[in-house]
């Protein structure tokens, strides 16, 4: 019988290939968090105690789906956001930092305000609509997937945090056959913004299991999502309402000239925790 250090010098020399130490270890920890219910401290107690054969068939399990690239948060249904534990599948990207650090300024820029009127485009796992119902009092939320699968999972997502969030599910290329004289205090958006010509610089577990749907736009047309969610906010915006977008780091100068142009006001580029170019935020002219 293996003892669970074997379980991790195991998982340091099969995915050496695929990860670094720091990642490989990060890994594990959260391997035997889920199975075993150790957290760190614990595990630097249990290294030496024997893992029975129903836990280590699991953990080996885990292990095999890992070296085929697939994501550690696919592999347990699973991720982290803002606190939270959501739901994810192959069907919703898995929720990143950027994406927290979008939600946070949201957060922040209008803790004070209630009853808000808001709307997401883009719902994926429903990380950022359910986050912004929990965190704003009294918000109104509702949000849009042209993805029947992501809205079953932002809904269970919903369901299990306790939110109330309003679902659609509709292309935004229609809104204008699906919203009449809604209007809306913040609208926010994470688009596909990647770029085909990006996909040599992006890990291959990310390319094999994630929506390519919710990932890549074309490569001529970088900022056509960008361009009909403005237009959506020019109609739809309540007076002094703000506009918010998580974009690509590459495209950061070229969005702030769009937004310009569309006739949007105060508009901020907004650089992410690694220094790259990653959030706008707007206001509507009037």
């Known amino acids: 019988m293996k003892i669970l250090q074997d379980f991790e010098l195991l998982f340091q020399q099969e995915l050496h290939k695929l990860y670094d130490n720091d990642e490989i270890k990060a890994i594990f920890l959260v391997v035997i968090a889920e199975k075993l219910g150790l957290n760190t401290a614990n595990y630097q107690l249990s290294k030496k105690d024997p893992v029975d054969d129903k836990n280590s068939a699991e953990i080996l399990s885990i292990l095999r789906d890992l070296k085929k690239h697939k ?27 950027e994406t927290e650090e979008l939600v946070d300024l949201i957060i922040k820029n209008h803790k004070f305000s209630q009853n808000l009127n808001i709307i997401d485009i883009g719902t994926g796992s429903g990380c950022i609509p359910i986050t912004l119902s929990k965190h704003l009092t009294n918000a109104r939320v509702t949000t849009i997937d042209i993805s029947k699968e992501a809205i079953k999972t932002a809904q269970e997502n919903a369901n299990i945090l306790k939110t109330a969030v309003q679902f659609i599910n509709a292309d935004i290329f229609e809104w204008e056959y699906i919203f009449s004289n809604q209007h809306y205090h913040i609208i926010v958006s994470n688009p596909p913004y990647i770029t085909p010509g990006e996909k040599k610089y992006m890990n291959e577990n990310v390319l094999a299991y994630e929506p390519e749907l919710a990932l890549f736009i074309e490569e ?20 002094d309402g703000d506009l918010y977008f998580e974009i690509n780091q590459y495209l950061g100068a070229e969005m702030k000239d769009l937004m310009i142009k569309k006739g949007f006001e105060q508009v901020k580029l907004i650089k992410d925790i690694n220094g790259a170019d990653r959030i706008i935020h707007a206001k509507k002219a009037w």
């Open 71 to 97: 994501p550690i948060q696919y592999i347990l249904n699973k991720a982290d956001f803002y606190g939270e534990v959501f739901q994810v599948n192959e069907s919703v990207l898995i929720p990143r930092q």
């Open 220 to 239: 001529s047309t970088p900022l056509i999502f960008y361009d009909v969610i403005s237009s959506f906010a020019l109609k739809h915006l309540a007076p």
